[in-house]
């Protein structure tokens, strides 16, 4: 099995990157935090004509009608930039939940840039950023309209979360797991993202900052710091793009679909984690200021390492598939 990117996927990354590039996110993000919207939405929007937010909208709903692969590519690039707003939902989760129940006005909605978000416990028992976003709670085998009650704020200030209630009943008889796989590959592709950018910066004040008349980064304990995130990254990486062929259905079908999306989300978010910390430890003091740009990727990294099934959820899932192979249980 080839877990290399093709030509397109590279021209798709690269798209992204450069439209994103150009939109001073840090900017927006910020704004964002301060509930102030409108440049995000600019961002979400150009995100749309590009085709992004529709990747796993079929084509006679407006979208791309493109798979598992394409959405990490972009998720990933979204990660990158920390782009704020419910990446995960609206690029994975409710698309497919939407399309699996037949819901062709709310894809077609979608594919024009409706913002959507979702909640689903015990995965995400709280949906984000309802104040932009249309919402939608999966309660079992029920998909319904969500009503946000009272919100809460993230250690990510660019996230606030609320509480689902069931509003308008769209389907009673919902098969979810599909739907929620592809929310927590995306939210592991997003901390892949992060994780490569706070290693870039970290790498890159290493090299500006000097102490004894050397660069920080000449000094072998920094380096040890940085190499160990890259290790990380390089081996959470083929994890994330195995589980999106797996949903892709481009792997034998003795491979468990979601066992491999579990084991990226951890290993994505474990190497997030560590490139947080060690970033921390490189630049040390100005690490920890709000004015920098590192901190909306070490306080989104946070969030996101337990959002859409926290680590042991997702080890505990894996344990359990693996206890249970080979009989009539075996899980998806």
Not at 296 to 305: D, G, M, N, Q
């Amino acid at each position: 099995m080839k877990f290399l990117l093709k030509e397109e996927h590279d021209d798709l990354a690269a798209a992204i990157d450069a439209m994103l590039a150009k939109a001073d996110v840090a900017t927006a993000a910020r704004a964002w935090a301060d509930e102030k919207y409108e440049a995000g939405l600019d961002i979400w929007q150009a995100l749309t004509d590009i085709g992004v937010a529709g990747l796993l909208v079929p084509d006679e709903y407006g979208g791309s009608g493109a798979g598992a692969v394409e959405m990490v590519v972009a998720a990933e690039q979204l990660g990158r930039h920390a782009v704020p707003g419910p990446v995960a939902e609206t690029l994975g989760g409710v698309p497919i939940l939407l399309r699996d129940t037949g819901s062709v006005q709310q894809l077609e909605a979608h594919a024009r840039g409706d913002l959507t978000t979702l909640a689903a416990a015990p995965f995400a028992p709280r949906a984000v950023d309802t104040e932009v976003a249309t919402a939608y709670l999966l309660d079992g085998a029920t998909l319904s309209e969500g009503i946000a009650g009272q919100l809460k704020q993230s250690v990510d200030p660019t996230r606030r979360l609320a509480t689902l209630t069931a509003g308008e009943v769209l389907d009673t008889n919902v098969d979810g797991s599909a739907a929620i796989d592809y929310a927590v590959l995306a939210t592991a592709a997003q901390l892949l993202g992060m994780g490569q950018t706070m290693l870039t910066i970290a790498a890159d004040y290493a090299k500006s900052r000097n102490q004894f008349g050397k660069p920080i980064g000449s000094f072998q304990a920094v380096k040890h710091h940085l190499a160990d995130v890259v290790v990380a990254l390089e081996m959470a990486r083929p994890l994330v793009l195995g589980a999106a062929l797996a949903l892709d259905g481009q792997v034998p079908d003795t491979v468990l679909v979601t066992r491999e999306v579990s084991a990226a989300k951890v290993a994505a978010g474990d190497a997030a984690y560590l490139a947080a910390r060690k970033s921390l430890q490189v630049m040390g003091a100005i690490g920890y200021t709000a004015e920098h740009d590192i901190s909306l990727f070490i306080t989104k990294t946070r969030a996101l390492v337990s959002t859409w099934g926290t680590g042991a959820l997702h080890r505990e899932l894996i344990l359990e598939s693996l206890r249970r192979t080979g009989t009539s249980e075996t899980p998806r």
